[in-house]
């Protein structure tokens, strides 16, 4: 994960929660009280966050000590200790929010992630990701991806050509559209394209594109089609795919299955701070 950019991202999302400053911490703790949060799984699932907590509370105070007892890509059980974090208590409650905000986010999407990959074992099909992510946090939904164990397909529109449906209707037609973009690309740069007809898969094949989508086709359609490609072009599934019917696809022999649900409709993944602050402990989220 990029580094800079993390704490470029941070720094906006502790702004947009803290404002002016926190009212409340500021006004009830003194700069040099010390206290303790822990955060704990309150559920089984996969780690992803270390680096929002370690940063994270080290943009306020170089002085937090963070110790991490899991790290991402960990499997978590209900009631493990993930993280201890001890500091001053002003800066624990200005950044626990939006630290646990986006630390549940991101193990629930590697939890989900690990729930599909595991349902293409025994296949060679791999699973990645989609665009369809929350705006603003693309470059945290795509490592947490990876983190549960799959891939990522292309970061946005600058890194991979990718001819959608509306392409083709504007260009005309499959082989028009290669056509144009080709002559318009340097050699580093693949040609994607969906299809939704045989039609469109020969006239694909013909056209010479890198990667073949198959979009919105039953795993059927795709059995009966597959044979067509030749070995050299990648084969990908997606539209509206659901866990249940993973194995049904993986089982086709296609490369590629991407999921827009590992980011656009994922459930967090509940995870509580506990702090501890004179003796006393208690559940603070």
Not at 20 to 41: C, Q, Y
Not at 180 to 201: D, N, P, V
Not at 223 to 235: A, F
Not at 263 to 282: F, Y
């Amino acid at each position: 994960m990029n580094q800079l950019k993390l704490e470029s991202m941070l720094k906006r999302f502790f702004l947009e929660d803290i404002g002016d400053g926190d009212i409340s911490g500021e006004r009830l703790f003194a700069k040099n009280t010390i206290g303790t949060f822990s955060f704990h799984a309150k559920e089984e699932g996969i780690f992803c966050g270390e680096d929002i907590i370690t940063i994270g509370f080290s943009m306020f105070n170089n002085g937090v000590k963070c110790n991490l007892l899991k790290h991402d890509g960990d499997l978590l059980n209900k009631g493990d200790l993930i993280a201890k974090i001890e500091g001053p208590i002003q800066t624990l409650l200005a950044g626990e929010r939006v630290i646990l905000n986006l630390v549940q986010r991101m193990s629930g999407i590697a939890t989900a992630t690990r729930q599909a990959v595991n349902q293409t074992v025994h296949s060679t099909a791999k699973i990645c990701d989609t665009r369809k992510t929350t705006p603003g946090l693309r470059m945290l939904e795509k490592y947490a991806v990876r983190m549960g164990g799959a891939f990522n397909h292309r970061n946005g529109l600058y890194d991979c050509v990718m001819l959608k449906d509306n392409h083709i209707a504007f260009a005309g037609s499959i082989t028009s559209a290669v056509n144009t973009i080709r002559s318009r690309i340097g050699h580093t740069i693949k040609i994607e394209t969906e299809i939704e007809t045989k039609a469109q898969l020969i006239e694909a094949i013909e056209a010479g594109v890198d990667i073949i989508m198959f979009d919105n086709r039953t795993p059927e359609e795709i059995k009966e089609w597959l044979p067509l490609v030749p070995l050299h072009i990648t084969t990908e599934v997606s539209g509206g795919i659901q866990y249940n019917q993973i194995k049904d696809y993986a089982a086709t022999g296609v490369d590629w299955i991407s999921l827009g649900s590992l980011t656009h409709s994922v459930k967090a993944l509940d995870i509580s701070a506990l702090v501890q602050l004179k003796g006393v402990t208690q559940i603070a989220h």
